[in-house]
């Protein structure tokens, strides 16, 4: 796991304490796909609060940490029966299995493990940009720059989801 001084808003809330040992508690403005509106998060932990915000409600924001430390490309899923719509996104490793918050799986098992969790059939297919990921995810044009930038996600939260890149581009 990365330093704490890379994270200060975490780093003051520990208190000389490390950071997983930390619990923070993250309210959503929409509900994840099983319902929760509200999260106890601890940094780098990756347990099934980390995996229900993280494969089920901010995998872009992941994704992008991903992207911005390791320069992979985007992992797109999506559904394409009965129509088009994306599922999730994590990155491409250079062997070409994907990375996300689960860790590394191929390509296939991402595939089987929508059809078994979800009933959905998908496709993977690579993202090159960050522009690109913005264009598919559907957020406001106004938004664009500051979303790639990082700049549209609070502080903390950004320190949160970079403890995580961080966890598991070093699991590697």
Known sequence: MSTPS?????SAMARERPLGGLTVTVTLKQPTFHGFRELKIRP??????????YAYCYCALL????????????ALVERVEPSWC??????FTPAGDVLDIHG?????????????????QVRLRPLYTLDDLFTVIGERE????????????LPLFAELTGVFADSLMGDL
């Open 142 to 153: 106004a938004d664009r720059q500051n979303w790639i930038a990082g700049k549209s996600t």
């Open 63 to 74: 994704a992008r940490a991903l992207h911005w430390r390791s320069g992979w490309p985007l």
């Open 44 to 53: 780098g932990v990756i347990d099934d609060a980390a995996i229900e915000l």
């Open 6 to 10: 890379m994270y200060p808003e975490l």
């Open 86 to 91: 994306w599922e999730h996104v994590g990155v």
């Open 104 to 120: 590394i799986r191929s390509v296939e098992q991402v595939a089987a493990d929508f059809d078994r969790e979800l009933g959905r």
